[in-house]
């Protein structure tokens, strides 16, 4: 392949973008094969006149796909926003009803152990109340150590469910992109 038939096939490729960047790839061409004034060495660093063509900045043919996808994302953001709000608020209302269990649980609990300790100290006082309170509070125990472990099995079931559902978004952007 010759200089000229080169430039020729580069120029008729780059048709449709804008003229500087044509001028700029014609010119760059240019200097670059009378510099090397091999047309191996060309072939081989810049590649065909097609290959180059691909590499100039900016598309060939004018594709308004992107455009369609900008004007597509503004006129459903009244819409797809408030759902993305919603979505996290109730994302986030449960993260707070779980914590807060938790929290009640272990609450419970301590409550639990030290009225148990109250009322182990009484029962030489009053051996009927104090036992009624030890009753309750050993049912106090076992209600936080229920409330506890079933919090703890939500999160741990429901965890890698939140997992599974934001890889497949990340993914189908992913693919989308």
């Known amino acids: 392949m010759t200089k000229e038939i080169y430039l020729e096939t580069l120029r008729s490729l780059l048709k449709g973008k804008p003229e500087d960047e044509i001028e700029a ?3 760059y061409c240019e200097e670059y094969i009378d510099e090397v004034n091999d047309m191996n060495v ?3 660093e810049l590649g065909t006149p097609k290959q180059f063509a691909k590499n100039v900045s900016g598309p060939i043919t004018h594709d308004n796909k992107n455009l369609w996808v900008i004007i597509l994302a503004i006129l459903s953001a009244p819409l797809s926003i408030p759902l993305i709000l919603a979505l996290l608020a109730i994302i986030f209302t449960f993260v707070a009803v779980v914590f807060s269990m938790i929290l009640v649980a272990i609450t419970l609990a301590l409550a639990a152990v030290s009225i148990l300790v109250i009322s182990l100290l009484h029962l030489n006082i ?8 030890v ?15 079933s919090m703890v099995r939500l999160i741990q079931r429901s965890l890698p469910w939140f997992n599974q559902t934001v890889n497949k978004v990340i ?3 992913g693919e989308k992109a």
């Open 171 to 173: 993914k189908r952007k």
């Open 42 to 44: 060309v072939l081989k």
């Open 135 to 149: 009753s309750l509070s050993v049912m106090a125990l076992g209600i936080s150590l229920v409330l506890f472990s």
């Open 25 to 27: 790839a014609m010119v």
């Open 126 to 133: 009053d051996l009927y109340n104090a036992l009624f309170i």
